[in-house]
């Protein structure tokens, strides 16, 4: 039996890539400077989605504890929407990691 007989055939199945997306404009001062590449794989993509969105959230608790109203209010409310976004996407890659 010879190594090709041995390689499984099967079709790989496609897997969900990114699209370009720009960013850095300092709120549109000037035209982007940094982009997303098109074509990276959705986890891979996802996984450094997460680790920012935990950075931010961490960022955004160090804050949390310095800051007094009105400004609690606000820091607080992002906390929340950090949260949500964190939570959306640990789901959606460990769905990805199950499939």
Known sequence: MNQESL???S???SRPVTACSHFG???HA????LSVRAGVDS???LVCAVAALKAAYE???AA???AGEPLRSLLTATENSLEKGMALAE???EGLEQA
Do not use: G, S, W
């Open 91 to 93: 789901a959606v890659l």
């Open 64 to 66: 949390l504890e310095k």
């Open 43 to 45: 986890e891979d993509a």
């Open 7 to 9: 390689v499984n055939h």
């Open 30 to 33: 000037h035209d982007p400077i």
């Open 25 to 27: 404009t300092c709120n």
């Open 11 to 13: 079709p790989r199945k």
């Open 59 to 61: 960022t955004n608790a």
